[in-house]
Nanobody, 125 residues
């Protein structure tokens, strides 16, 4: 089982960009599907984006469609989330999640069995 660790969070002004990275340990990374979720204070954890072990990308969350891009680099054991045109409502702790050979239900937190510790993203207005 891989272990996941997010990085790249920080404080940015509205309209700015950040790139989050999720680094994975373990040799089975290429067989893992990865998802990005976020959790704002007082709100439930919500799906942002995902990428399958076969590089399939399901629809992004409506709130980030056209602004965020997910990608993976199996050689580097990493999944990236490029976040552009950030808005104050994007402020949250962002989590990376993984599950071996996941091929459906990417948008549900319960579909994943491995989680990172999260990275804070704060967007100021």
């Amino acid at each position: 089982q891989v272990q996941l660790a997010e990085s790249g969070g920080g404080l940015v002004q509205a309209g700015g960009s950040l790139r989050l990275s999720c680094a994975a340990s373990g040799r089975a990374f290429s067989g893992y599907s990865l998802g990005w979720f976020r959790e704002a204070p007082g709100k439930d954890r919500e799906f942002v984006a995902a990428i399958g072990y076969n590089h399939y990308i399901p629809p992004y969350a409506d709130s980030v469609k056209g602004r965020f891009i997910i990608s993976r680099d199996n050689a580097q054991n990493a999944v990236l989330l490029q976040m552009n045109n950030l808005r104050p409502e994007d402020t949250a702790v962002y989590y990376c999640a993984g599950r071996l050979r996941l091929d459906r239900a990417f948008e549900y937190p319960g579909s994943y069995d491995t989680w990172g510790q999260g990275t804070q993203v704060t967007v100021s207005s």
